[in-house]
Structures are given as structure tokens and as C-alpha cells.
């Protein structure tokens, strides 16, 4: 399973570290990179990004804690809204 840490060099300039599932491959990625979905349940709530080495599409659950660093660090967020 991949993983994502960050932090940032300058505070427009955050920088994550992630992993992919496919090729096992590490790297660092700009907030540009990544895409969050906030839904109304952990299920509906993910981070996803391309990885540069095997072009794979990675998508991954976000708990609260990623949300936050992902958030915090610029990554553009789409809030997905149920139907009721």
C-alpha cells in the first residue's frame, strides 16, 4: 500500500513523499500532483495522483490526518456532496 508524508521547503512550496502500489516506486511529489475528494463517509474520501515512474493512477483512502497535511499543504480538494 502506498503512503504520503509532506512537508514544505517554503510555505508555497510543499512538497509530498508517496509511494505507488503498482511499480513500488518512492518519489516526491508538488501539491499540483494531487487530487483531493472529501465525501461524507471514510469511503467516499480519497487522495489520487499519477505516478511519474510506471504512469500509474494511484488512488488512496484519506483518513482526517491526510486530509489535514493535503489540505494544508495546497493540494486543490473537490468536496463531493450526497444526493439526498
Keep these: 500500500m502506498g503512503t504520503v508524508s509532506g512537508y514544505a ?3 508555497s ?3 509530498f513523499k508517496a509511494a505507488c502500489p503498482d511499480c513500488r516506486g518512492s518519489f516526491e511529489l508538488a501539491a499540483g500532483a494531487f487530487r483531493l475528494a ?3 463517509s ?3 474520501t480519497f ?3 499519477t505516478c511519474p515512474d510506471c504512469g500509474a493512477s494511484v488512488r488512496k483512502p484519506a ?3 491526510i486530509v489535514q497535511l493535503l489540505t494544508g499543504g495546497g ?3 473537490l468536496r463531493l456532496h450526497s444526493r439526498v
Design 13 to 15: 512550496d510543499a512538497v
Design 38 to 40: 472529501i465525501g461524507g
Design 42 to 44: 471514510r469511503r467516499t
Design 63 to 65: 483518513g482526517e490526518r
Design 47 to 49: 487522495y489520487s495522483f
Design 75 to 77: 493540494v486543490r480538494t
Design 9 to 11: 521547503r517554503e510555505l
